[in-house]
């Protein structure tokens, strides 16, 4: 049966690139969100098996709807997304219990296999 993920991100256009990524391998995009306090309604509404969150994105950042998404279900699997040179958010990200990490531009074979890696 195909995984149901939850992509979050601020630009519609990176998640546009993502479902195409997921939707091309066999995966089911079971919602989207474009910020931190939208993701973790949707986490609730739909209990997707991972998450594909962005970090840096408005009203909520990433590794804040982390620990939410976190503390409402404690095994929770996200991946986070960002850009270049944001070492310090990786780890404090991967700290605050994110599965791995992927960064932008996102290259569809390395997403895959991050996707692979925690959900199978």
Avoid: H
Avoid at 76 to 90: E, H
Avoid at 95 to 113: H, L, S, T
């Amino acid at each position: 049966m195909a995984k149901n993920i939850l992509v979050c991100d601020d630009a519609a256009f990176m998640r546009m690139m993502i479902k195409d990524i997921l939707t091309k391998n066999g995966y089911n995009v079971a919602g989207e969100a474009e910020n931190g306090l939208k993701a973790v309604e949707k986490y609730k509404e739909v209990t997707p098996d991972l998450v594909l969150m962005d970090i840096t994105m408005p009203e909520m950042d990433g590794i804040q709807a982390l620990k939410e998404i976190k503390k409402v279900d404690a095994g929770a699997k996200v991946i986070m997304c960002s850009a270049m040179g944001q070492q310090a958010m990786v780890i404090e990200s991967i700290q605050a219990g994110a599965k791995d990490f992927i960064v932008k531009p996102f290259q569809a074979d390395r997403v895959i296999e991050a996707v692979k890696k925690v959900v199978g």
